[in-house]
């Protein structure tokens, strides 16, 4: 039983469900499509700031795939290195509620990351993650996920010999193509060796890899470079650049393309690999985490989402007050997004003002169904130079005061805005003596 568009559809393929989505969604308005610009302040009709939607915007639900509210984190990969520095120099305060809640995405999307292990391409995300986020005076710092402790090989490569020599192994011989087999002539075969014997990459068993191997492929090898990453429901949504070709020769042996929508083509696993499936395009590369308590698949992860995307419903976005929250915040290189939680305070737990807050804090929160908070940086000469962050939340009881926003939210930080109109409250502080 799959959730597609907002209802339940039992006895439906995700095959199915996905046409399905792609049909409602060429029959909705053009105008819920998402719009990819910049974070520039327009107008606004409620005192609020308004910016475009953010794209990572287009992809979380309304509803999660367990029923529930959702949860969703956004990382932009190259300005990290410049915010990691500046928590790590103590130039700026890590424990400001602010500043404080957008970082958690960063714990929560490397573990995200962290989880996949069962997928070809895992070990290639990785390395693509890092190599992103890490700026070329920064080198110290450490990696943001966990480096890959074996070097990547496509899962479709061969064995081959660098020499040409074509070598096959097994338990029992080893055979080489620069041996011939010539009849002395009494019927009986004998092994000759028109040449000296290669044995540069003769194995057995126990044996170390030779050292004429290739070096390590990069990511960039396999045709995956990143710029951003986004979990929500269970699904990272890596941003970039993807070379489809080169992907799918090295990795996907074991998966079956199953349906094309919007542009994005669905794989799922087969054999050994079933329950597994990703989605992929020339910029987006969508990949369900891995959770062993999680009670539905990969590839139902991954249709709920999409579904949503496809045809353009149920998303948090199309919802009112959804792209309220998303629009008054706007993109940034940091973001967390909760919708329809509840109880907002395990958001708190998740960050360093988690040994430090206020009571007034956690009633901002306390009271609260849903909110949106962004951290967007200016970086200078891989430097970050100063910081805004935007919060907007939904209240159904009404927002607490404008002093309570102020004081429990703002910390250290330069107060810009504050909007106070039942249910929607809304704050904006600068950071920049940094």
Known sequence: ??????????????RTLLRTAGVAGSLSVAGCLEAETEPTETDSEDGAPRYGQP??????????????????YHLELSRWPAIQQAVSDDRVDST????????????QITAAVESLS????????????????????????????????????????SIADPSGNETTDTDSDTTHSNETVTDGGDGNETVADDQPPNTSNERTNGDDPPESEPDPLSAADLGIELEAVTLTDGLLVFEGSFDRTAILEQFGE??????????????????????????????RFFVPTEDSSRS????????????GYISTLNRIVDDTDGQWLFETTGSGALSICGWELSDQKP?????????????????????GSSSCCTLSATVDSERLASVEVRFSGLYPAGPPAEEQLESSLVGDGDLQTVFHESPRAHVTAVFDDL
């Open 1 to 14: 039983m799959i959730l597609v568009a907002g209802a339940i559809a039992s006895g439906m393929n995700r």
């Open 55 to 72: 794209a990572y915007s287009s992809w979380p639900p309304v509803t999660s795939h367990s029923g529930g509210g959702v949860v969703s």
């Open 96 to 107: 400001q509620p602010l500043f404080s809640l957008p970082l958690s995405a960063v714990e």
């Open 118 to 157: 069962s997928y070809p391409f895992a070990a290639a995300l990785r390395k693509a993650v890092n190599t992103a986020a890490t700026a070329s005076s920064q080198q110290s710092l450490e990696s943001l996920v966990e480096t890959p402790t074996e070097p990547i090989h496509p899962a479709n490569e």
């Open 254 to 283: 074991q998966f079956q393309q199953v349906d094309s929508q919007r542009g994005i083509s669905i794989y799922e696993g087969q054999t050994d690999k079933a329950g597994l499936a990703f989605g992929l395009t020339n910029s």
């Open 296 to 307: 539905v698949d990969g590839e139902r992860v991954l249709a709920h989402v999409l579904s």
């Open 347 to 367: 958001l708190l737990a998740e960050t360093p003002v988690s040994e430090t807050r206020s009571d007034d804090l956690e009633s901002v929160f306390e009271s």
